[in-house]
């Protein structure tokens, strides 16, 4: 539904801004869902306008701008 999809993507944003969220698996595993999910839910954040890499160094995906809140036009 569209609101658990609201769900999950503000849980990842919290994750992201905590730079927390691990491996794309390991968010898969903590979402419950699979990890081609994880891919295409960063890519649909990516198109509401964040700007969201994967860091290695701290193997979480982050915020590459400052974007302080989640604002998905609700």
């Keep these: ?3 658990d999809k609201y769900e999950r993507y503000t849980y ?3 994750l ?3 730079k927390a969220t691990g491996s794309p698996k390991q968010l898969a595993s903590k979402l419950g869902v699979c990890e081609r999910t994880i891919y295409r839910l960063i890519k649909e954040l990516k198109v509401y306008g964040y700007e ?3 860091c290695y160094l701290s193997n979480s995906y982050i915020l590459s701008s400052n974007d302080d809140n989640l604002n998905l036009g609700k």
């Design 1 to 3: 539904t569209v609101l």
């Design 12 to 14: 990842i944003y919290k």
């Design 16 to 18: 992201i801004s905590k």
């Design 52 to 54: 969201i890499e994967f």
